[in-house]
Structures are given as C-alpha cells and as structure tokens.
C-alpha cells in the first residue's frame, strides 16, 4: 500500500515547523538576551556577590582601656584567652546531643552548661556564645584534631577583663558582661553598632558602663579569603584596631584598701573627698562583689547567692543607700543659724534634759540635761535639746533651703550612674510624697525632729562627704568624681576632668569657723576624743547616731534589739582642720553609737591618708562608749 501526503497535509506540517522553529528561536533569543544581562549589564554587581562569597569581614575587637588608680596601680586589665563556641543556627542535629558527644572531648561541667543555658535564652540564635573559657592549649589540640565532628562549634581567641584585686572597688569600678538587648539599644541610640561588631560585652555598672564608649575603642577588620567551608585561608587586607582609651582615677587604691579592711565584716560605707577639687579619694560600700564572676555570664548559683544575701552585697551603699543623718546634721543646722541671723555663737539655752512642744516631749540623750548650752558646746558634746529648739525657730522652709545649697538631696552628679536622690523634707516635699490630704500637711512638731537629723531626713554618704568637703573648703561646693582625666590610646592625649565649682555658698568666713572650731572640739574633747586621741594632727569631725526604728519614749539598749534593727553609726571629718586635704563621712549599718564604730574607720582612713601609718586589720569597736546622741 502506498501513502501518499496531499498538499494540505504538507502545508499543516511545514506551518508547524515553522511555529517551532520560531519558538525555538524565540527562547535562544531570551536565553541570549538574559545572557547579555547578566554577563554585561550585570557584570559588576554579580562578581561583588561572588566576591563576598570568597572574601569575608571579619572584626577585630579592640583592647577594652585600663583602670588605674592616681598612683598608677591597675584596677582594671585584659588577658586573652581560648574560648570554646557554638553558633546554634549552624548546629547539625540537635544542641544537646552535640554537647554530649563534645564532653568527651573537652571538660565541660555542669556549671559550664547551665551558664551556657541562660546566655542561650537571653541572646539570639545566630550569635556564637561561649561553653568553655580560658581553654589549655591541650585541650585546644584535642577539639582541632575532631573539629569536623562538631559543625558550629569553634575555638576563638578572646580578650577577657580582669579585676586583678577580685572584690576591691567593686562597686566603684562596676563590671562587663555579656551584652543585653538593653545594651544594643543604648549602641543604636548612640549609633555605635559598625563599631561594635564583633564585640560580646558592654559595661554593666560603675565605670565601665558610665566611659563604656571611651573604654570600648575603635574595631578594627579584616579582609579574609575563605574557602567552601568558610574557614579562612588567607588575610587580604587588615585595618587594626584602637584599643579604648584609659581612665586614670582620683581614688587612692592604698587609701581605699585601707578603708575597706578598717569594715571587716561590717556592712556600711565610707566616701572620701578632696576638698579643693572634689576628686573621690576613696569610695567604699561593704559588702563587696567579685566583679571577674561576671565577665563569662555569672553562674545562677554564685547569682543566687549574690542577689539574696540579707547583706546586699550589690547595693553601693555611698550612691543608693540613704539614711538619716543623725548629729552629723548638727554643724549644718548650727551655720544655718548663724547664716540666717537666728543664733550668735555666744546665746545659751537652759537644757533640763528635754523639750516640751505641745502635748509631745523631745528628749536629750543625757538624763538630766547639759545645764547651760551655747552653740561650740551643742556641737560638743552634741545636745539635742539645743536642736529642738532652733529647728522650731527656724522652720522647715529654711532649714531645706539652706540644706539644698549644701548638695543634701539632690544627686551629686558623680560619674557613675545609679545614685539616689535621698529626702530633704520640706512642705513641698510632703505634698509630693502623700496622697492623703491628712498626710500633705505639714504639722510644726515634724520640724522638731528634723532638727537632730532624724524625721523624713533621708542622705546617702556621698551627699554628707559632699556638704563636708563643702565646710571644709570654706563654702566653696565641687562636683564628686571619679575619673582624674582620660588618656588617648592612640596619641596619649589626655582629656582632663577639670574641677570647676559647682557654686560658692553665701556664707561669712567668721560662721564657718565657728562650726569648724566646734568641730575641732568634738575631735578633743567632745563625742569624738577617744577614737581621736593621740593624733599628731588636728581633724574635725562630728559623730552621729541614727535610729532604724522609733523608740516610742523607750530607753535604747543595744543589747536588747536585734542586730538588724540597731541604730546606724555616722561620722564625718576632715583634717587637717586648718588647711583640709580629706572630707569624708562614714556609716555603719547598725554599728550603735557613731563614737563607737563610725570614728574609729575614720581614724584609721585619717591616719594613713596623712601620716601613713596603717593597720592590717578591722577598726576596733569602743565597747566602753555606753551613750551619745540620737
């Protein structure tokens, strides 16, 4: 049988053909066309992503700047160290099973795990967080040798703060750890974060977090060629790093040692200044922290420990705790009198041991009474009744403006963060705090108490060292600080903290040294003479005592209360009193009678700041000082 094909078949066929055909043709075309696109037109985009896909950048952090004290001792340094880490998002297979079978490998406790468990729930998934710090260079050989074993996980090389004199100065020093979401928006806000690549840890508290940004330094990058696995093969091009700038302080680390040890296991806080420029000599709050826990993220037990301790160890006292002043307010009243013309320092009063304001009586310390009471006498030997009753001619109004002038509420402007305002009552002040109508109101029998530095009065250490070194400097007020000047890493320049006064008080030199003679006396032959005799030097101090819980018209007994619910010791001083060189002020929680544990740190501080001598051990406690003021 033979086929034969008509022309219609022949025509369809060859249409077909043709459509193919042009089909065909027509995706050559758009192959071509898509070619020309991205080899030409799109040439230099694609081989910048090829590139990036060769050439990595990495960061290079920086060394954070060092801590020293006035003299040049380190408070603060780096060491670098390995580092074991784990990257979850490129872990194969599930985090836990790889850490099992990385255990075998390298030592990793049960501490190891559960501070890496937190650092885990408080960070992202991409970052690379530590397990192991500080590896042995065995053990560093051991995971090389098995790195294939473990996709994800990498030993780094990494800079480590140290605190090398562990709790000393914790809580003016502060501490780093590792960075919080808090701390990226305070590096957005500053728009640090192209400098902060690479960088794991941001100051927390105290220095390091107040001159983070001077500290931290300038990071640093490097152009790194790397292969299909990502690892490096070799460095193309390197921008060093800037290691942060130094902080050179005002604090006297010896001074400071001293000081801290004159506590023993006490809780309180010390505050030392230099009058003429304000520069902290020392800073203390006790009891301390060991700042090096936290550097790797804190272990939860060591937090634990920290956090609960009735002793509140990671409270700085000088800056957050604030207490009534006790006597220690007595010289201000006293000038505020004379400053305002409500007292001469030769009027006397009568003191029977009492004070009758309405239906209420103010007692005296002393049973009986001081007998006739002028104003170097009030100071003395530190009598209340005299206070009772200039407190009621002055009025509350001028007793908080007065004291607002001498920096008493009010933060002090120090340079690190977290201080507290502390309570100068006033009017004002109680309409603010209550909400009751009842309790707004000011009743005249509050200032009584005022007077003696009991009531609502409310300051924290740094605020009674401030208004010291403010007496001593006769009138002349300086912001607190800590940091003398900050050094340029790279140039050495130094950016000094300059000593500008915050303000001159209105006061006459004669008014001043009334307090300051009256003070003197406390110091030879007043509340203050025991812990103060002998001294080859002239100080100027007041003690002070300030009740935890009210008496209710009770006789206090030390002996009879618990330990947490004893009055506070105070002490302020400065020395030497005719030309002052040191202010500062003392407090011991629940220390009883300021002469009885207060004046004896300040003699030691006092002692070793002027003359050098020291003493390796806690100030000892005046047992036999069985009364003074409230």
Known sequence: MQLTTSPDDLGRFSRRLTIAG????????ALLVRFIWLQIIQHDYYQTRAEDNRIALVPIVPNRGLITDRNGVVLARNFSAYTLEVTPAKVIGSLDAAL????????????DRRRFKKLLEETRNLESLPIRSRLSDEEVAKFIAQRYRFPGFDIKARLFRDYPNGGFGSHLLGYISRISNKDVERIEQSEQEA????????????????????LHGTTGFEQVEVDAGGRAVRVLARTPPTAGN????TID???QEVAEKAFGERRGSLVAIEPATGGILALVSMPNFDPNLFVDGIASQDWDELNNSPDKPMINRGLNGAYPPGSTFKPFMALAALTLGKRTPEQTISDPGFFK??????RDDKKGGHGLVDMYKSIVVSCDTYYYHLANDLGIDNIAGFMGQLGLGQRTGIDIAGESEGVLPSQEWKKKRFKKPEQQKWYAGETISIGIGQGYNAYTPIQLAQATATLANDGVMFRPHLVQYVEDARTGEKRYIEPRPIRTLPLRQADIDVIKHAMVGVNREGTGARAFAGTPYQAAGKTGTAQVFSLKGSQYRASGVKQDLRDHALFIAFAPADKPTIALAVLVENGGFGAQAAAPIARQVLDYYLIGKRVNEPAPVDET???EEE
């Open 246 to 249: 130094n902080l050179k302080l």
């Open 100 to 111: 099992e079978s990385l255990a075998i490998v390298v030592d990793i406790q049960p501490k």
């Open 357 to 362: 304001f309405g239906s209420h009586t103010f």
């Open 195 to 214: 400098n902060y690549r690479g960088t794991n840890h941001f100051g927390k508290s105290g220095l390091e977090q107040h001159y983070e940004f001077d």
């Open 253 to 255: 680390a010896r001074l």
């Open 22 to 29: 042009a089909f065909v043709l027509l995706c050559f075309g």
């Open 625 to 627: 000082v069985e009364e």
